[in-house]
């Protein structure tokens, strides 16, 4: 299928449903946080913007964050295998280590190559999911250039809340899990629990043994709200075992742990000036079992944020940024032992003059590995009419080179950041009351991509190293429609874009031109169900090889029946038609699965 054919079914699909639909009662703007660390409407916001609620989440019944990632647009997955192997985040064409990953405002990206575990998140422990697409350095530093997602945690907000959850599946997967939070007067506490085991299926097209994953997530938080500011205590973590088959193909399996832990105290009131402090000490630790590799991260974070409201339209944001860092790691006889340093300022000013809106920001990055980097952020949006909204940005962002490419196999400690600058249009249209249409067109210039330059050829008579020697250019145009009725929701997003290697001419390894989905639900009234679907064309699996990853088209369908008010079986089928695909060469990727989940959740009560 051409990206015309695609652009055609597209905008025949959005007629076809604009046309059909009368819709009745506006839908809720939704309230985000992440594109500029101030409270925002998605319709306020000056980027590219997404937010998967809890219900969404539940209604997915997606095994992962990156099983329910996948069906959003710009957002592109690859997975070494199945349940808790290897998964990557491409956002917008870019790698999979220049998106910054959040949980509850804490980096979770490690301080050793690759990109933050998204295998390991367990989805019953989180409330909602923040995607802002394009550069945001200004406001978080290194590694947000594609994008930044960022994962909340459960809370409430009133009274005594419970559930509880099992499940069984394909593949001998078993999950079960619990939540319990309450609020009393000016105390607010939580604990979620949530289990997965699954015996998986052989990760490598070439072996016929399975792989196994377990994993055990806890999320735990205490809470205290005075008259003139708030105080919250959190803690997060996953840990298990994960099984895998080397390049040798004989059966190993690693320990994983992730944590994160954060005091964050906030102002509620006290005029125009309101800071929020967060303290936050973030944990990964991977060690393999059946000899003495480990990569291991250490990180103690101070963000202190100041907002300051001259009026409804005007709010100046500036922030103090300090990272204290410590990764060591053992692979393969190579070995480090390392400390970064980060410190940062940043400024924001948010401004609206009638219809026009004005975003300015800047950050100044004092940074152990290559001395400094200057980042800022322009974004201008014009409302054309009640039910139409432009907007235009540019910005730049980077990222630093980690402890693995200065000092890991192929280490060079000279290393430059990468860097982008990236220029977006897009028009937000509010076809009726209950859908509406969102255009963006994006280009972005990334240059001194670190790679591992081995002119000898791979182990040849001169060591190769790691550096700066390739630049990329990702140019693309994205669209979401999205529909919602009282017993109906669909949603279709589009993405077409060209992901170029600029040295070698090539696209960028798995990263594909055109990816379209689709979700459709309804509700029955006894009953709901669901349909996602998925398509990706053609891509190119390394820039070491000349395998080629072939296009792919995924059915998936859900079903949701509520037994009693406080009783719900679940079941999804995932895969339906059995296709075999490929996310990475020579690994295998999920065949037909079924899974079935038993939940259990009362009213609320009030103390």
């Not at 803690?235 to 399996?253: H, I, K, M, Q, R």
């Amino acid at each position: 299928m051409t990206n015309y054919q695609i652009a055609a079914s597209v905008g025949l699909l959005l007629c076809f449903f604009s046309s059909s639909v009368n819709a009745a009662e506006t839908v809720a703007d939704s309230i985000l946080v992440t594109a500029t660390r101030t409270a925002r409407t998605a319709n306020e916001t000056l980027a590219s913007v997404t937010v998967i609620g809890r219900e969404e989440i539940e209604r997915s019944q997606a095994q992962d964050v990156a099983g329910l990632l996948r069906l959003y647009a710009g957002l592109e997955i690859s997975r070494n295998g199945g349940p808790g192997q290897l998964t990557t985040l491409f956002t917008r064409g870019t790698d999979s280590n220049q998106t910054l990953v959040l949980l509850d405002g804490v980096r979770i990206n490690p301080g050793t190559i690759g990109g933050a575990p998204l295998q390991n998140i367990n989805l019953a422990l989180i409330d909602r999911v923040e995607i802002v697409r394009g550069p945001r350095s200004t406001l978080y530093g290194s590694d947000a250039i594609g994008g930044v997602v960022q994962i909340f945690t459960r809370r409430t907000t009133h009274g005594t809340s419970g559930s509880a959850y099992l499940g069984t599946g394909s593949d001998s997967t078993h999950s079960g899990g619990a939540s319990l939070q309450g609020v009393k007067n000016d105390l607010r506490a939580g604990i979620d629990i949530g289990y997965l085991k699954s015996d998986g299926f052989s990760p490598r097209t070439d072996s016929n043994i399975d792989r196994g994953h377990d994993n055990l997530s806890t999320n735990m938080y205490l809470g205290y709200g005075a008259p003139r500011w708030d105080a919250e205590l959190s803690y997060w973590s996953a840990e298990g075992n994960t099984e895998y088959l080397d390049f040798f193909l004989a059966p190993l399996d690693q320990d994983f742990e992730n944590n994160v832990t954060a005091l964050t105290v906030r102002a509620t009131s006290g005029g125009i000036w309101v800071p929020t402090l967060k303290l936050s000490h973030m944990e990964e630790d991977i060690r393999q079992q059946q000899n003495n590799d480990f990569t291991r991260t250490r990180r103690n974070i101070l963000d202190w944020q100041n907002d300051i409201a001259f009026d409804d339209h005007h709010l100046i944001t500036t922030g103090l940024y300090l990272l204290r860092e410590k990764t060591d790691s053992l692979s393969f006889g190579t070995g480090f032992d390392e400390d970064t340093d980060v410190d940062a300022v940043f400024a924001q000013d948010q401004m609206q003059f009638g219809r026009h809106q004005l975003l300015v920001a800047g950050r100044y990055t004092d940074h152990d590995s290559f001395d400094n980097e200057s980042t800022w952020n322009l974004a201008y949006g014009y409302q054309i009419n009640p039910t139409t909204r432009m907007f235009t940005s540019i910005g730049t962002a980077f990222r630093a080179p980690d402890a693995s490419d200065r000092f890991g196999f192929g280490g060079n400690p000279n290393l430059n950041p990468e860097k982008s600058r990236n220029i977006e249009v897009g028009i937000q249209h509010q076809i009726g009351a209950q859908h509406s249409l969102h255009i963006t067109a994006f280009w972005n210039d990334i240059d001194d991509l670190i790679v591992f330059n081995d002119p000898d050829g791979f182990l040849g008579p001169i060591a190769g190293k790691n550096e700066n020697v390739e630049d990329a250019r990702i140019r693309g145009i994205e669209a979401q429609y999205a529909l919602r009725r009282q017993n109906f929701s669909m949603r279709i997003e589009a993405t077409i874009q060209d992901p170029e290697n600029r040295d070698t001419g090539n696209n960028l390894a798995r990263r594909a031109e055109r990816n379209i989905t689709a979700t459709a639900y309804y509700n029955f009234g006894r009953f709901e169900a669901g349909l996602e679907w998925l398509a990706s064309s053609d891509r190119r699996d390394s820039d070491f090889s000349n395998a080629e990853l072939p296009g792919y088209g995924l059915v998936n369908v859900n079903l949701r029946v509520p037994l009693t008010k406080e009783l719900t079986v679940q079941g999804k089928i995932e895969n339906l038609f059995d296709k075999k695909y490929f996310l990475a060469d020579n690994f295998n990727s999920q065949d037909r699965a079924f899974y079935l989940t038993l939940r259990y959740q009362p009213q609320a009560k009030q103390f």
